[in-house]
């Protein structure tokens, strides 16, 4: 059983920056495609970004492009989320994601949908303060 432990939340100012760091328990997640999403209270979960197995393929929810970047560190096991010019709107608890993918899966591709992910991280609290 894989597992996911992030790192990095914390209170931020309006305009401050914040790196979240996911590690997973098994190397095997080097072939899984990677995601953070975010769920803020009183609302359903959402994509934030993700990583696809290769590595080639990023996606990013559009309201953080431009702001937050998705890497992975497939040597560590891990991935990570460089956050910049943040906003109080990006508040909420970061959840790492992984996906495994099926033998005739794309490892350039990036799903979107928290459902289609097989592990999860506790997640981390960011607080992005006005």
């Known amino acids: 059983q894989v597992q996911l432990v992030e790192s990095g939340g914390g209170l931020v100012q309006a305009g401050g920056s914040l790196r979240l760091s996911c590690t997973a328990s098994?190397?095997?997640?080097?072939?899984?495609?990677r995601a953070w999403f975010r769920q803020a209270p009183g609302r359903v979960r959402e994509f934030v970004a993700g990583i696809s197995a290769s590595g080639k393929t990023t996606r990013y929810k559009e309201s953080v492009k431009d702001r937050f970047t998705i890497t992975r560190d497939n040597t560590k096991n891990t991935v990570d989320l460089q956050m910049i010019h943040l906003k109080p709107e990006d508040s909420g608890i970061y959840y790492c994601a992984a996906e495994i993918l099926g033998p005739q899966a794309n490892p350039d591709s990036v799903v979107t949908t928290a459902s289609l992910y097989d592990y999860w991280g506790q997640g981390t609290q960011v607080t992005v303060s006005s």
């Open positions: 098994e190397h095997t997640v080097s072939q899984y495609a």
